[in-house]
């Protein structure tokens, strides 16, 4: 037998044989496959978008606040140029515009998009009382509560990472001493 002979199919002598089509069943998962991997790459790509525009899940300090944050609180009205942050939070899934809340030398500010008026300013000498229930779960925020001298209530959430809803309270205590404070 000739060498060629046993790589040819029978009864056709030095002809290759036929080449098998790949079955339907194997077209399909190739498919599935690639669809997968768009998909995975799709949802790389948002979660990478939200990512940088969506803010931490923390309350910032003073230096860490982003300037674009600082420039969207001041176009808002929220905040007056020559006004300093000394805590800021929002709770925002896609940007700031949906909600923030800060603490400045001056107030307490409150923003809420859906709120009519969006933004609620307290000043220091407003607050009669300022309680704080902390959660400390990562999925839940405390909550700060101002009761004002004129018997209006403004609550807002603040996160409990970093244990930074305690030093947003603290600035509004330090700030506002003629007002009870508690912490539960």
Sequence with gaps: MA??????????PNEPAPRRRMP????????LGGAAVLSCA?????????GATTPDTYVYAANEVPAD?????RDLGVLADDEKVLWFYS?????IKEGFYLVSDRQVAIYIAESQPPATSVTFDQIAEVELVRDTSFFVDSTITLTLHDGSVVSFPVS???????????????????????TR
């Excluded at 060498?3 to 056709?12: E, K, L, R, V």
């Excluded at 799709?42 to 939200?50: E, H, I, P, Q």
């Excluded at 409990?160 to 506002?176: G, L, M, P, V, Y």
């Design 3 to 12: 060498a060629t002979d046993f790589y040819s199919s029978p009864g056709a």
């Design 24 to 31: 339907w069943w194997a077209w399909l998962l190739i498919a």
């Design 42 to 50: 799709s949802c790389l790509g948002l979660f990478a978008w939200f």
């Design 69 to 73: 944050y600082l420039r969207t609180a």
């Design 91 to 95: 709770d925002a899934m896609l940007g």
């Design 160 to 182: 409990s990472e970093k244990d930074r809803d305690k030093h947003f309270f603290k600035a509004i205590t330090t700030r506002a001493p003629q007002a009870k404070a508690e």
